[in-house]
Antibody, heavy 129, light 108 residues
Framework: DVQLVESGGGLVQPGGSLRLSCAAS????????MNWLRQAPGKGLEWLAH????????YYADSVKGRFTISRDNAENSLFLQMNSLRDEDTAVYHC??????????????????????WGQGTLVTVSS | EIVLTQSPGTLSLSPGERATLSCRAS???????LAWYQQKPGQAPRLLIY???TRATGIPDRFSGAGSVTAFTLTISRLEPEDSAVFYC?????????FGQGTRVEIK
């Protein structure tokens, strides 16, 4: 069975930093593009960041560009999200999710299929003083 | 960015009934690059449909997707009690990838 398990969430003050991890098993991790998404309490889904299979293409939503950094370690089947300059509105459950290794991304746009097939249960990040 | 508007906000139906959920896009969704997800309380979203009408692996055939350009639908042909959830549409025709606000399906 495919498993994606996020960790690293918690309570952090505004302006603080946090690093999230996503451990993958049951799939060929290096064959999937990977993404971070979030869901604020009682709200809908928001895509945040995308990284290609070899980390050659990385793309961010405007809401987190310049503050968050996505990275991956294929040898360790792991995905990461470094979050800096956190704001109250970043409070949410953060999910990692796979997407097909297809299409093309530059730093400013992407083209091609990008549905989110496998998801982790998420880790809660609370930004509050 | 493409804004997706889902309707209705909530659908309350009985087991065995047919549910039709709508997702309208503010701009044309190229290649009909649209997906549907189901999310139950406390769980991660589950992919149901991609490319507007292709069922994901393991999804029962009572779930079907249709539509093109700016108007898409998810139909659940015969509701079962376990279908109670929030359903989201997502477009990947143009980045940034965006989601609708969700439709809640309640089973009476």
């Amino acid at each position: 069975d495919v498993q994606l398990v996020e960790s690293g969430g918690g309570l952090v003050q505004p302006g603080g930093s946090l690093r999230l991890s996503c451990a993958a098993s049951g799939l060929s991790f290096s064959s999937y593009n990977m993404n971070w998404l979030r869901q604020a309490p009682g709200k809908g889904l928001e895509w945040l960041a995308h990284i290609s299979t070899t980390s050659s293409a990385i793309y961010y939503a405007d809401s987190v560009k310049g503050r968050f950094t996505i990275s991956r370690d294929n040898a360790e089947n792991s995905l990461f999200l470094q979050m800096n300059s956190l704001r109250d509105e970043d409070t949410a459950v953060y999910h990692c999710a796979t997407s097909p290794a297809a299409g093309y991304c530059s730093s400013n746009w992407c083209y091609g299929p990008n549905w989110f097939e496998f998801w982790g249960q998420g880790t809660l990040v609370t930004v509050s003083s | 960015e493409i804004v997706l508007t889902q309707s209705p906000g909530t659908l309350s139906l009985s087991p065995g009934e047919r549910a039709t959920l709508s997702c309208r896009a503010s701009q044309s969704v190229s290649n009909n690059y649209l997906a549907w997800y189901q999310q139950k309380p406390g769980q991660a979203p589950r992919l149901l449909i991609y490319d507007a009408s292709t069922r994901a692996t393991g999804i029962p055939d009572r779930f079907s997707g249709a539509g093109s350009v700016t108007a898409f639908t998810l139909t659940i042909s015969r509701l079962e009690p376990e279908d109670s959830a929030v359903f989201y549409c997502q477009q990947y025709g143009r980045s940034p990838w965006t989601f609708g606000q969700g439709t809640r399906v309640e089973i009476k």
